[in-house]
């Protein structure tokens, strides 16, 4: 039989590997939907809404590089665009799949459902354009061409790419071939200028700190830019949006940079270093500290995806992997300082018995909670605050959406990342139960699976970040109906889960003890009081004019 529109298109997704498809069903979609469900290769993954889907998918990304998303039109692909605009800002290749009405329809302008009404079939297509780097209506005669095209533009920015499908023409044969476009060469003349300036720069210095990046890791050079450091032998700090990139485990590492907030030693060492390195990082609010970090640009180097500044000069046409192995081959060995034993690990946990949970108390022993391996998915707001400072065990890593932030994102981010992770690595989920109870019900997903997770629900009462930073913490909106979160999972299909309800240390140490041995998921809602908030989030409240004001 000829391969048709769609399973080209999944064939060639396939083979950069995406092995599982997230989605909601629809008639427009109906094609797709089942050629991705008879696909030998390919799982498809029912989610609750199409935007958990684009979560899930986004979480799926995060470690396998790639990821896809599967709505109908109209009111399936406006559900998942904030989950895709949150894959575009958090730079993640995402393949966003669309089932259109038949072509006749779309000639006729009939009125049809899942549209305006108006007889337009285009107007959602051009909404999805500023939260993706490229995007197709695919037919039988552009299929072969367009999709090589795409997967091009998805790997060369890291950015999601729409992919429309009408109906009628999905299901015909592809007309026409192409292949695979290669990714783009640096300049070599380029390259080589840049590595001149970078180490007659680092050269001249007598300290220096690289700061490693989220774009680093996605990527795929987080081994590059291992080897780098450990060739020169370069000290490293880490930006919020960037905890996980490289491990902690090493003694490079100096703990983590947050400008004036937190960690003075790191702040003093990375700001009167006379080199720092940016690779691949990105200085946006929450990475600066709300932007008190004060780098200078003239003692800053700045290596992107695809060029490199150095000292207010920027090479183009220079890639990152090409610029990282030179510099690896090139760099001499060197005795870097680095400071004195910053601590890079939390404070002792303390208490026990009836005491209560609170932030000195809890993030301790979720620090010490973490094993080799583990990803840890933390929410937007006070948790991800917390846990950034943590001390991660070889081979841990952080997943958190600092630059997007839109809250609900982590627990079909874990879904996703828990299908992903096929070497049976652990996956801990903290959220607090504001963000829960958006997304709350893909917790289903995991039972439905055989999925295994550690969850951990922050109970305070409301939203707590927004207390944090709003005029009037005790206002309306930042209260929460009052649910019963330890029952979810059974009502949920997780029947088999170990659930508790903790509200002082001893119930907290027994239940996370159970949950470090535990053969099934599970799911811990933790009780603290309403303002019950970690180090940089009162921080953040204490400079909010800086937040605001950049």
């Given amino acids: 039989m000829p391969t048709t529109v769609i399973q080209h298109v999944l064939n060639r997704l396939r083979d950069i590997g995406v ?20 696909h030998p ?3 498809w993954i029912g989610s609750c809404n199409e935007l958990n889907a684009a979560y899930s998918a986004d979480g799926y990304a995060r470690l396998r590089g790639v990821g896809a998303v599967c709505t109908t039109y109209g009111v399936g692909e406006l559900s998942a665009i904030n989950g895709i605009a949150g894959a575009y800002t958090e730079h993640l290749p995402l393949f966003h799949l669309v089932g259109m009405p038949k072509m006749p329809v779309q000639a006729h302008h009939s009125l049809v459902h899942h549209t305006l009404g108006n007889g337009e079939f285009d107007l959602f297509r051009k909404m999805t354009e500023p939260v993706v780097c490229a995007s197709a209506i695919m037919t039988p005669q552009n299929t072969a061409a367009e999709t090589e095209r795409l997967i091009a533009a998805a790997l060369y920015h890291r950015r999601p790419v729409y992919m429309a499908f009408p109906a009628d023409l999905a299901e015909m044969p592809v007309v026409g071939e192409a292949q695979p476009i290669p990714a783009p ?3 070599p003349a380029q390259v080589q200028a840049a590595v001149r300036a970078i180490t007659d720069m680092l050269g001249r210095a007598d300290s220096a700190c690289v700061l490693p990046g989220i774009l680093t890791e996605r990527s795929g050079l987080g081994a590059d830019l291992q080897q780098f450091l450990d060739t020169s032998a370069l000290p490293f700090a880490t930006m919020m949006a960037d905890k996980g990139v490289l491990d902690e485990d090493q003694t490079a590492y100096i703990g983590m940079y947050d400008g004036k907030l937190m960690n003075e030693g790191v702040r003093r060492f990375v700001e009167d270093a006379d080199v720092v390195v940016l690779v691949g990082a990105m200085m946006h609010d929450f990475n600066t500290g709300a932007f008190t970090a004060n780098l200078d640009p003239g003692r800053t180097i700045d290596i992107r995806h695809h060029h490199v500044s150095v000292d207010g000069m920027t090479y183009q046409s220079v890639e990152m992997k090409d610029l990282l192995d030179a510099l690896t081959r090139k760099l001499p060995r060197r005795q870097w300082p680095i400071p004195s034993a910053e601590v890079t690990r939390m404070s002792t946990a303390g208490g026990g018995g009836d005491d209560s949970i609170t932030a000195d108390n809890l993030y301790p022993r979720w620090e010490n909670f973490l094993d080799a391996d583990d990803i840890l998915v933390a929410e937007t707001g006070t948790v991800s605050m917390g846990m950034a400072f943590a001390r991660l065990p070889r081979g841990a890593t952080f997943q958190n959406q600092s630059l997007w932030g839109s809250i609900g994102w982590a627990t079909p981010a874990a879904v996703g990342a828990a299908v992903a992770a096929t070497d049976a ?5 903290i959220t607090g139960e504001g963000s829960h109870q958006l997304t709350a019900q893909e917790i289903s997903q995991f039972g439905r699976l055989g999925l295994r997770p550690v969850v951990f629900v922050l109970n ?13 913490p005790g206002i309306a909106y930042n209260d929460l109906a009052n649910w019963r979160y330890a029952e979810l999972p059974r009502a949920l299909g997780c029947v088999d889960w170990f659930t508790a309800r903790v509200s002082t240390l001893a119930e907290l140490d027994r239940a996370m003890e159970t949950a470090a041995k535990a053969d099934t998921g599970c799911y811990i809602e933790v009780m603290t009081d309403t303002y019950t908030a970690p180090p940089l989030a009162n921080q953040l409240h204490d400079n909010i004019g800086t937040l605001y004001s950049a």
């Fill in 460 to 472: 305070n009462h409301g939203y707590l970040i927004e207390r944090l930073l709003c005029k009037d």
């Fill in 185 to 187: 060469a640096s300049d």
């Fill in 425 to 429: 690595r652990r996956v801990v989920l």
């Fill in 41 to 43: 290769d390919i799982e």
């Fill in 19 to 38: 092995h599982h498809v997230f989605g909601v069903p629809g008639d427009f979609a109906f094609p797709v939907d089942d050629a991705i469900a008879e």
